[in-house]
């Protein structure tokens, strides 16, 4: 399969040129959303051919990382215009994929289906047993961009808003993860 060979070239593209500050954008992470995604589609019920490109996105979706911290999804899509001609996207595949990494931008504002899946694997870790985890990597990650300082109490309120802020867009993430989500929550409250 042609994704096989895009997310292939991407982790090894990731694992050479993302900046070593990135603690949480890593191709762990790339590998950890394609995992997801695949794992939504298949509950989901989705086409092969909606698969691919779902697959393809997650792929894609941070590797603007390598050129710029913000608004990096502007990059991932000139990177995905450039690179899936070569493996035999056309024209109305790459704009569906360039879609799906848009609609990743928090707040995420997905249009259908296929971005909806994209999206809801990029934060699947929300409401996992890894949550703790993931979100200290997105925390030294953020202080070593100077997105935050180093006050746990500042770290705390902005996780507590984004998950009371946030909601899951397909019923097999939310049937999956809004249960451990909902106990991270509390968790946190009780540390403001």
Known sequence: MRVEKVIKYVIGLLEEKLPAELAYHTSAHTLDVIEAAFMLCRLE??????????????A???????????????????????????????APEIEAVNNCIFATKVPQT?????EEIVCDADLDYL?????????QKLRTEWINFAQ???EEAQW?????????SHHYFTKSASKLRNELKAIHLKEIKAKL
Request: aromatic content about 10%.
């Open 127 to 135: 409401g996992r047993e890894d949550y703790c985890t993931i979100s």
């Open 156 to 164: 705390n309120q902005i996780q507590y808003s984004f998950l009371s």
């Open 45 to 58: 019920a989705i086409n092969d051919q909606d698969q691919e490109l779902i697959l393809t996105a997650a």
């Open 60 to 90: 894609l979706h941070d590797t603007g990382y390598i050129v710029k911290y913000k608004n990096n999804e502007k990059f991932a899509a000139m990177l995905a215009k450039e690179i899936l001609p070569q493996h035999g996207y056309s």
């Open 110 to 114: 997905p249009n259908n289906a296929l």
């Open 148 to 150: 935050i300082g180093k």
